[in-house]
């Protein structure tokens, strides 16, 4: 349901790009000559919608670098994340289910806006066999959604 949701907004974000750089076109090709600074305003509306999740996630990685390295444990109890500040703990209950990437696993809170959530990267397993372990504890614990 979530994921379908985020799906939606990449198609009309699409689309709303699609439509202003049409727009654009329609004004270069447009006999007597375009308005130069309509086109550049398409130009730069186009650009804009493009780059909005790319200056959230340049923000997100801004504000989390200063806190170092995390190291992640994941147990029946629930998952520890600690790095040199702090040490947190959350318990299985905070969790509504896990979804499985190619490169990660991710816990997903119960929050229906989904403002809390965990991402586990696969990389930092440290066997191969470690996946099957990770996802024993996982399914003995939560729901793949």
Known sequence: MERDRVRHFHVLRGAVMALFAGFGLL????????????????????????SVPHLQAHHVLRI????GEYRT???DAGVSATN???????????FR???ETRDHVVLLSRDPNILCLEV???????APDDIDRLRAILDRNLRRV
């Not at 586990?120 to 440290?126: D, E, F, N, T």
């Open 27 to 50: 004004l270069v090709v447009a006999p007597g000559g375009p308005p130069t600074g309509n086109v550049l305003l398409c130009g730069l509306v186009v650009l804009f919608i493009w």
């Open 73 to 75: 444990t994941v147990t």
């Open 97 to 99: 289910g896990y979804r």
């Open 64 to 67: 989390v670098k200063w806190q």
């Open 84 to 94: 040199e500040h702090a040490t947190l703990t959350v318990r299985w209950s905070l």
């Open 120 to 126: 586990l990267p696969k990389r930092g397993l440290g």
